[in-house]
């Protein structure tokens, strides 16, 4: 049936019992409580009980002549009367004939009360709402009528029940009195119990029993019949007929779902794990079919269960689509991490763990538990002390808290190149473990530019690609790589689908390499300055290896290392925050910069080692020697041979406006090359 999120809506409202309350006396507690306890007989003792309820209430409260050992107003038409017959001597003087009560509501600018049927149910009450102590207060042959001047917007008079629909009391209100002075009907006076002013309050302030029924508080089955009106006709031939608009509005409450028309996939939210996980249209329409048959029993109709065809059901699947839409709702990096335990809100400090809720739209969890108190001495000494310096190790913190958030604002790329069995590739094996293997993918640049290979990163935070070789970012595809960290809006293709799907490009992509890496440029140098980051593992590597160390670690210090990467997300806010981008130390940025200098070499040793000088010649041959001398001197490897012989003619009539040519002479022969330059420079 799939994950319930909200208590179950039945199509009728809650059956009423008829049964009355059990009596159990007057309640010794509501005896007891009030000492300050007026009792009125037919005279008040200063012989004006008129002037008296006035100051109690004040001049903007409407008192009504009722009749005597009555609730009946005196006069028809009572709810009529304004306050300013108050003023009328006459009016004034009809009121001292028998009871008195107070128009209630606007009349009375907004004087109301709970009336209390039973003595037993008002100290609950007041238990509930401790200042109503010190309001008016008063009792005619039960229970009690708790007085209250509200401040702000209030619901009209309604009859109050418990969850068993046996009268509780009642909010009284506009177009209600209520006798507050005289003879009750059964014999006994009127009295105060607490006889002072009433309390101005705001309706919401009031608490009322859990156990209690409150009409103006809508159910779920009221606001789905005032959103999309009745669930279901019988025409008069005895024709059934859904209305399909209520029962997919029922169903998207108790089984949230939501359509992302982007990716077109239906997601469904799992209580247990807050999380928004993909549903397949089969699945929906299953559910509907069993909601269907629930509707049916709720009602005694057998007939629901009938209707349940294939047509139908899938029909309300397709309609719920535009029901439910929402576009790009699974935001990544705000500041909210959801943890095996809770969501970390990171926007507090220290970070407060809150429970799970769909409105944080997250498909992506850490299967860790957040332990507050968990280190990692290991992780840190063993695996990244004897491989970084602290600034490299500070820069995977802030990455790795990147990679937490799930987003990349500063859109970079991290490589970690260099000592074979140096650890590169564990730590990133952890970092995996820790986000969540599910929420990562493998990168292959050399697929990049295939129509499906998109598809597979969505609904992921994190791409990488472990151990790969020096030509890795030499494919043709691999300029993708800006675009993937860029966010830019890619299409993507499912294989075996003609659907064409969208997604954004904020992945974290972290790459780990035993050699030196080739850029494939693109004569876009400053665009991958911008997007990279590396750390150079040139320490030797350690002569004992811990077999599965990384699976040591996540079970040993997987909390530890959780807090690592929560400490490293709320450095990389605050540097976003300053900069809006990663903080890098001059070696760092050095780092990035010979590295696509070296994939550069050629466009380089061209522009630094070969110069105009007309009336001289120089082979292709001769200059790919002097090539390969000049990437010694710098510490760089050389691009193949047949590279070599792509990019020379291009870069040579781009930089000093010459042609390749095929009969440079050269010694008894003739060969390719160039004329009017000379090898120099800084060769």
């Not at 409202?13 to 009030?34: C, E, M, P, W, Y």
């Not at 080692?609 to 120089?618: A, F, I, K, L, T």
Request: charged share 25%.
């Amino acid at each position: 049936m799939g994950p319930r999120y909200q208590t179950t809506i039945t199509m009728s409202n809650v059956i009423r019992s008829d049964h009355a309350l059990s009596k159990h006396g007057v309640s010794t507690i509501v005896q007891s409580t009030f000492s300050n306890c007026v009792l009125n007989s037919g005279q008040n003792a200063n012989g004006n009980p008129v002037s008296e309820l006035v100051s109690l209430l004040g001049n903007e409260a409407l008192l009504i002549p009722v009749r005597t050992g009555s609730k009946a107003p005196l006069l028809d038409g009572w709810t009529n009367i304004r306050v300013g017959m108050m003023q009328n001597a006459e009016y004034l003087e009809q009121l001292t004939r028998g009871n008195i009560g107070v128009s209630l509501g606007i009349a009375s600018n907004g004087l109301c009360a709970v009336d209390v049927d039973d003595d037993d149910l008002v100290e609950p009450f007041l238990a509930l709402n401790p200042a109503l102590r010190n309001t008016l207060i008063t009792k005619g042959k039960k229970g009690a009528q708790i007085w209250v001047k509200i401040r702000g917007e209030y619901p009209g008079s309604k009859k109050l029940r418990d969850e068993l629909g046996c009268d509780v009391g009642e909010w009284r209100a506009d177009g209600n009195q209520s006798v507050i002075y005289g003879v009750h009907p059964e014999g006994m006076n009127y009295r105060r119990l607490n006889n002072v002013t009433p309390l101005v309050v705001a309706f919401d302030e009031i608490q009322w029993p859990e156990d209690w029924s409150l009409p103006w508080v809508k159910t779920d089955y009221d606001k789905l019949v005032e959103e999309y009106e009745e669930p279901y006709f019988i025409g008069d031939s005895g024709a059934l007929t859904f209305n399909e608009f209520f029962f997919i509005g029922r169903f998207s409450l108790e089984h949230p779902v939501i359509w992302e028309p982007k990716e077109k996939e239906f997601y469904q939210y799992h209580v247990g794990n807050g999380l928004w996980l993909p549903v397949s249209s089969e699945v929906l329409v299953k559910d509907f079919g069993y909601d269907l048959k629930r509707a049916g029993d709720d009602v005694g109709n057998k007939r629901f269960a009938l209707k349940r065809t294939g047509t139908l059901l899938n029909s309300w699947v397709n309609t719920m689509k535009g029901m439910v839409e929402k576009a790009d709702v699974f935001k990544v990096g705000n500041r909210v991490i959801h943890l095996g335990n809770g969501m970390l809100d990171l926007r507090t400090m220290p970070p407060k763990l809150m429970t799970f809720h769909p409105d944080y739209f997250s498909r992506n969890i850490c299967p860790i538990a957040f332990d507050p108190l968990a280190q990692c001495p290991r992780f840190i000494s063993e695996l990244l002390g004897s491989a970084l310096d602290a600034a490299d190790i500070d820069l995977l913190q802030r990455w790795s808290g990147s990679v937490l958030l799930g987003g990349n604002q500063a859109q970079r790329i991290l490589l970690l190149i260099g000592t074979p069995n140096g650890g590169k590739s564990t730590v990133i094996e952890i970092i995996e473990k820790v986000i969540g293997l599910q929420n990562v993918a493998e990168i292959r640049t050399k697929h990049l530019d295939k129509q499906f290979e998109f598809f597979k990163f969505i609904g992921k935070t994190l791409l990488t690609g472990k151990d790969v070789d020096a030509e890795f970012l030499n494919e043709q595809g691999v300029g993708h790589l800006k675009a993937l960290v860029g966010n830019d809006l890619l299409d993507a293709e499912k294989k075996g689908s003609s659907s064409h799907f969208q997604l954004r490009g904020n992945y974290n992509i972290a790459i780990t390499s035993n050699s030196d890496l080739h850029v494939k440029l693109g004569g876009d140098t400053g665009a991958w300055e911008r997007r990279m980051m590396v750390l150079e593992y040139n320490r030797p590597a350690p002569t004992h290896r811990i077999s599965g160390f990384g699976d040591k670690l996540i079970a040993e210090e997987g909390a530890g290392i959780l807090n690592w990467m929560i400490e490293g997300a709320i450095k990389h806010l605050h540097e976003l925050q300053e900069t809006g981008n990663f903080h890098l130390t001059v070696e760092q940025k050095d780092r990035v910069k010979a590295l696509l200098d070296q994939s550069d070499s050629v466009r380089l040793f061209v522009r630094n080692c070969v110069n105009p000088e007309n009336g001289h010649s120089v082979t292709t041959r001769q200059l790919e020697a002097s090539y390969y001398g000049y990437c010694r001197r710098m510490n760089w490897r050389p691009i193949a041979s047949r590279d070599f012989s792509r990019s020379i003619a291009g870069l040579m009539r781009e930089i000093h406006h010459v042609s390749e040519a095929h009969d440079i002479s050269h010694g008894m022969s003739s060969q390719r090359g160039f004329r009017n330059v000379v090898i120099g420079g800084e060769v």
